[in-house]
Nanobody
Framework: QVQLVESGGGLVQAGGSLRLSCAAS????????MGWFRQAPGKEREFVAV????????YYEDSVKGRFTISVDNAKYTVYLQMNSLSPDDTAVYYC??????????????????WGQGTQVTVSS
């Protein structure tokens, strides 16, 4: 059974930084992508960023480009999201995701194969 376990959420002031981590376990993967989605109160879950397991290909949602950086440790099946210059608009529950296939497919469909339980990120003004 595949499990995704997130860590690193919390409360931060506007302009601050946080780093989220997510480790996948339960089986091995050949071609895969890992990414992040978020859901703010009263809003639908939205795509944030995705990276291929090789680390070569990455995509970002427009509002986080230049502020967030996604990276992956292929040997550990662990994905990271470095979030800088945070604003209150970034407040949401952040969900880790894994898809067996290309990173582009996660970005386009928004339907990964596995989800984490979510971690709260709160940015105060």
């Amino acid at each position: 059974q595949v499990q995704l376990v997130e860590s690193g959420g919390g409360l931060v002031q506007a302009g601050g930084s946080l780093r989220l981590s997510c480790a996948a376990s339960g089986r091995t993967f050949s071609t895969y992508a890992m990414g992040w989605f978020r859901q703010a109160p009263g809003k639908e879950r939205e795509f944030v960023a995705v990276i291929s397991g090789s680390g070569i290909v990455a995509y970002y949602e427009d509002s986080v480009k230049g502020r967030f950086t996604i990276s992956v440790d292929n040997a550990k099946y662990t994905v990271y999201l470095q979030m800088n210059s945070l604003s209150p608009d970034d407040t949401a529950v952040y969900y880790c995701a894994l898809l067996e296939g290309a990173a582009q497919r996660m970005r386009v469909t928004g339907r990964p194969d596995y989800w984490g339980q979510g971690t709260q990120v709160t940015v105060s003004s």
